[in-house]
């Protein structure tokens, strides 16, 4: 007795479930959508109108605004703004130095603390503090501890470096005005400086700077769940920055309060000013300070992406109409619609029955799309724009694209006389790799474009990829188990008359009963 051993093939996947599976999952994201409450799109400043800031550099003594440094400050706002997702702003200079942001809807106050803020980071030894108001008799108030625990008042003993003038300067100063409260003051990071706690409760002579935010490789926001579950900015330092945080820290930890604290000084203002009880080696660093997610996130990449190379003040903050973007959109969504018909006409008239699957291809790649729209609208903030919307319509000849490639390889493996199920597979091998590399090179060229481009070009950039890849999930998913449940269906296994796969459809006889040669 002989027994034959041959290579096991594979099973293949059943088609039924894989469309099932890839239905259920649309469901679910609709589910979760609805749950969510985005029913809408998200719209871009094109389409939905939005907030101008028009900033204008501040200048010394008449001194000529730097093109250079306005070109470095635009590209630094256009990273924090970029920074709050794909939001579609607009950020440019004028040759009068102002630099122009704009952002789709009402969100003036965030956009003005995003983008105006120099972000000049410094860490600076407190030499004295006191409280906000201005003084009128003594610089600041002190209290000693003595052996017994108890409290008593003290004249301040401050330590050298604070001279006359700037005594003079601390007892005026009163935080509490809002006015004092500003930032973007002059900073010399090589001077004492006056500065005030960001909510004016209290004030400060600080010594020179020893680290400067230059120095800070990293930053992120983070939850702080030691300090009643706030937010907390983490900085990791350079190696120079390490260095010279370690120092600082190793110093002022032998001194008297409050010598042994450091204050972190943001745009001329203090964050907050922590004591150090032991020397910080390590290269890390956190600063808190009560902030929101939003505070933590805005303040994480002010740091992250650098200090602006000069000061800027608001000149004006203009809403932007959506008059006109509406127009556009009617007429965007007008052109989509007809290209979208033009297609199915052609995929009816040309391919009969398999048209059904275009159909249902389109109908499921929109819907994908769609709802990748509504989504990623909520979770990275994705808007969309006429760029984009051209960048959707693209995608329809991508989808296109995609199943006529495969239904020509179908076609072809039928008409060299391959029964319509084994067509199916043999086709797909055959158009497979085609589609992988056609879908690919508009990958690549859609991330380009993405990393490279500004403004309404990465909208269009980021679209094209989106739907790119929701054509691979459609193609894979839906398109190809959905001709292979019809390959079992008589009608278009035994070649109908409609059904696309009929001889005179594939060419194999004339009209007349012939071969064609």
């Not at 201005?134 to 301040?156: D, F, Y």
């Not at 007892?171 to 005005?177: E, G, Q, R, Y």
């Not at 120095?215 to 983490?234: E, F, I």
């Not at 007008?334 to 159909?359: C, F, K, W």
Request: charged content about 15%; hydrophobic content about 45%; glycine content about 10%.
């Amino acid at each position: 007795m002989s027994a034959n051993i041959s290579k096991a093939t594979k099973k293949p996947a059943n088609s039924g479930r894989t469309i099932a599976a890839l239905l259920v999952i649309l469901v679910a994201f609709a589910a979760l959508a609805i749950f969510q409450g985005d029913t809408k799109l998200k719209l871009g400043l094109d389409l939905r109108g939005g907030t101008s800031v028009t900033l204008a550099p501040k200048v010394v003594n008449g001194a000529k605004v730097d093109r250079a440094a306005v070109e470095q400050a635009v590209a630094i706002i256009r990273q924090r703004v970029n920074s709050l997702g794909v939001a579609e702003s607009e950020v440019s200079s004028q040759s009068n130095g102002d630099i122009i942001v704009s952002v789709p809807g009402n969100s003036s106050s965030r956009v003005v603390d995003l983008v105006g803020a120099t972000a000049q980071l410094r860490f600076r030894q407190v030499l004295a503090v006191g409280t906000g108001n201005a003084a009128t008799t003594a610089t600041l108030s002190s209290t000693t501890t003595s052996k017994s625990g108890k409290v008593s008042s003290a004249a301040p003993t401050f330590p050298s470096g604070v001279t006359s003038a700037l005594d003079t300067a601390f007892k005026n100063l009163d935080c509490t005005v809002a006015a004092n409260r500003q930032g973007g003051a002059i900073d010399d990071p090589n001077q004492p400086l006056i500065s005030c706690s960001r909510d004016g409760a209290s004030k400060y002579i600080l010594a020179p700077a020893e680290v400067e935010g230059s120095q800070v490789a990293k930053a992120s926001a983070v939850l702080d769940n030691t300090n009643g579950n706030g937010w907390m900015v983490l900085l990791t330092f350079n190696g120079a920055g390490t260095s010279a945080f370690g120092k600082m820290t190793t110093r002022v930890t032998s001194l008297a309060s409050p010598q042994n604290q450091a204050a972190i000084v943001l745009d001329g203002l203090v964050v907050s000013a922590p004591r150090i009880n032991e020397a910080i080696n390590s290269g890390s660093a956190q600063i808190t300070g009560n902030f929101t997610q939003t505070d933590s996130t805005d303040l994480a990449n002010k740091l992250k992406y650098g200090a602006l190379p000069l000061s800027l003040s608001v000149q004006e903050i203009n809403q932007i109409s959506p008059t006109l973007g509406s127009d556009q959109l009617h007429a965007g969504l007008l052109a989509g619609l007809i290209g979208l018909i033009l297609v199915v006409l052609y995929s009816l008239l040309y391919y009969r029955g398999l048209g059904l699957v275009s159909v249902g291809s389109l109908l499921v790649a929109g819907s994908i799309t769609y709802l990748s729209f509504l989504l990623l609208g909520k979770w990275i903030g994705f808007t969309l724009t006429l760029a984009g919307i051209a960048g959707a319509i693209v995608s329809i000849g991508i989808t296109a694209d995609s199943f006529i490639v495969y239904f020509e390889r179908l076609r072809d493996e039928v008409r060299e006389g391959r029964s319509l199920r084994t067509a199916v597979a043999t086709g797909w091998l055959r158009a497979r790799r085609t589609i992988l590399v056609a879908d690919f090179v508009s990958l690549i060229a859609a991330a380009l474009l993405y990393f490279f481009a500004v403004g309404g070009v990465r909208g269009f950039a980021f679209t094209l990829g989106l739907t790119t890849f929701v054509d691979l999930i459609v193609v894979f998913f839906f398109t190809k188990p959905f001709v292979t449940i019809l390959s079992r269906v008589p009608f278009y296994a035994n070649g109908g008359t409609l059904s696309g796969l009929s001889a005179k459809s594939l060419g194999v006889v004339a009209e007349t009963g012939k071969d064609v040669l």
